[in-house]
DNA sequence: ACAGGAAATTTACGCGCGTAAAGATGTTTT
DNA sequence: AAAACATCTTTACGCGCGTAAATTTCCTGT
């Protein structure tokens, strides 16, 4: 036989023998309250299995404990894995995640940033599109909301960036790639974000300095679905003829799993000693089960998850930056047998 | 100059020269006011970019116009795409969808169900765990909230079920490899939800119906990294010997494109003519760009999604079946290099 | 032009909780 | 023991909106 349910604070209060006000204090802090007190209201909540009505709650407050978590495309696991681990961050500090996903487009991304401050969140952590945000309305957003953009940068935009530093990882891949065989071209796609400039400047760059002659390979593809993308466009070019390499470096290991699926379809084997070598960037969750398994620059989604995390409750709770700051860390060369 | 903000009904009804209750009856429905009078509101609307306050709209309600759509892993693609799908549908229907992941974890399904339960929603979408649900928690949840559950099957719990027909799936796929080659070997991992159960289950019949021994290879793990289950465990199975089978059919594509990671580095050929075949089930998103692209069956993911979308509206709608329904699509053989 | 119904306005209450202020208890200090 | 402080109770208001009831204004057809 269940105990009949409390409906509100009111009645909880006066079924646990304490007032109102106190058992709003309790719920606010628990440890706000003397321990007498807390152990009475515990008991009682174990009884009759009481919560506080949310939306009452955040009615009455001028923020909320809510952290909106916004990514470009949730369908990507490399999004998925983060919003997972900044999810579970933010539950253990106390707050609230909501999830939403732009799904790669540019009036969903803006419908969301509108929803999310109607919900007066305390913060929110964000990946924006990047090329296809609406830099006007995401800049608006910032103003209004404290957030942290992370993986795809945006020019002063938000309280704080966190990413990967393009300029160390491209290079540490080159390097290798240099040393264990001829120089890489560069297998890229339309940009959708910085990252992707950034790290063809940093190839065009390193490969210079090194005296190599930079070789930039562009495929067609605006939309985020990758692997066709690389599949589709890496016919095309097998097709052609590659430059006077055999090596490929490809943008983003999603783009090099489409790569790789041309290759094979093309009766090219491909790993060191190979036709050609294949080398991405992102270690992606499933870079490890290709066929070969892809050598790639992997992110190191841990510190990027929990930095912004962590600037983010910073700001939050005031001790944070007053000025924007801009934290990268650097990728770690995952050697398999692509390249 | 931007307007000055907003704060209230009651200021914007002020404002717009209209009565707050008329601008409320607006925002629940824009055509139950007369032209003339939403003409004037939308007018205002445009000039002073007001929005009611979506708590105390809520607190307001016995019923909010959320939607909870809750699947159980994420970081798999096909239930991101599957949650893309739903979430889409839902706006299209003037719903609020909210996605939460329950990351393959017993305790975090069962807080979700917690939190939606706080939210008052219209109904809800759910993609239970399977094998670690809570089934008492999923029971008593759906006892309170409007629910169709999808993929995975849970006995009697919800207003309905929506998903493959693995009866019909599985010996469509037994029937070409047969007709193709030998007769499959079933490789499976622990199953994590019924549909494994199912799946193996109709690989025995139809296999027994055809005149074939069964013969059934079970790999470790009951976590949620398929991939690495299908590749470690493939090592194993393949070091040990396959039975007298040159057709591996897995219970999911996740767990093949692990099993052909092992393939590729014990030096296998996988493929029609090769040293082995390998079929998989559910065409994932990635299954064809594998090396070789993937054989599998096709779930019917837009048939899924849309279903068991307009069942749960003409639940909450309360045109909705009285009695329980279950609703099952079959599956589409997709012919790849793979088998 | 007038009747009759549809739609708008006015007025009022309630939702469940945050929160402030004043006073009453309870606990610790010297 | 009394003083000093921490905590609780009582009382009361406000948040922004849904919604009901009674009344007034508007639109339609004759």
New interface residues.
């Given amino acids: 036989m269940q105990p009949r349910a409390v409906r509100s604070m009111e009645e909880f209060a006066a079924l646990s023998g304490i007032s109102r006000p106190t058992v709003s204090k309790y719920f606010n802090d628990p440890a706000s309250v003397r321990p007498s007190t807390r152990e009475r209201i515990e008991t009682a909540l174990e009884r009759y299995d009481y ?1 506080p ?4 709650i ?2 009455n407050r001028k923020l909320t404990k809510n952290v909106g978590i916004v990514v470009p495309y ?4 490399f999004f ?2 983060m ?2 681990t900044v ?2 961050r933010c539950i253990e500090a106390g707050y609230w995640p ?4 732009s ?1 790669g487009e540019r009036d969903t991304e803006r419908n969301i940033l509108d929803t999310i401050a ?2 007066k969140p305390a913060g929110v952590l964000m990946a924006p599109l990047g090329r296809a945000s609406d830099r006007t309305a995401v800049e608006r957003f910032c103003r209004e909301v404290p957030t942290v953009v992370f993986d795809s940068h945006i020019e002063g935009v938000g309280e704080a960036f966190v990413g990967s530093d393009n300029f160390q990882s491209v290079p540490l891949m080159i390097d290798y790639l240099c040393a264990t065989g001829m120089p890489p071209c560069w297998l890229e796609m339309q940009p959708v974000n910085p990252n992707a400039n950034k790290r063809r400047d940093a190839y065009r760059t390193a490969m210079t300095a090194r005296g190599h002659e930079p070789r930039i390979l562009r495929v067609d593809g605006d939309d985020w679905d990758f ?1 066709r993308i690389g ?1 589709e466009g890496g016919l095309r070019l097998l097709d052609a003829g590659l430059p006077d390499t055999d090596t490929v470096f490809c943008s983003n290991d999603r783009l090099a ?2 790569f ?2 041309a290759c ?2 093309r009766g090219l084997r491909v790993g060191r000693g190979g036709d050609l070598r294949v080398a991405g960037h992102d270690d992606h ?2 870079a ?6 892809l050598t790639t620059v992997a992110q190191d989604y841990e510190a990027i998850s929990l930095h912004a995390v962590r600037t983010l409750f910073s700001v939050i709770t005031g001790k944070g930056p007053q000025v924007r700051k801009e934290i990268l860390f650097g990728g770690r060369l995952v050697e398999r047998a692509s390249a």
Avoid: K, V, W
Wanted: charged share 25%; net charge neutral; hydrophobic share 30%.
């Fill in positions: 919560r009505n949310i939306y009452a955040n009615q949730l369908a990507d696991p998925a894995e919003a997972r999810e579970r909501i999830l939403f996903s799904h109607r919900m692997e599949y799993i489409g790789l699926s094979y379809e969750p499933f490890r089960y290709t066929c070969p398994p």
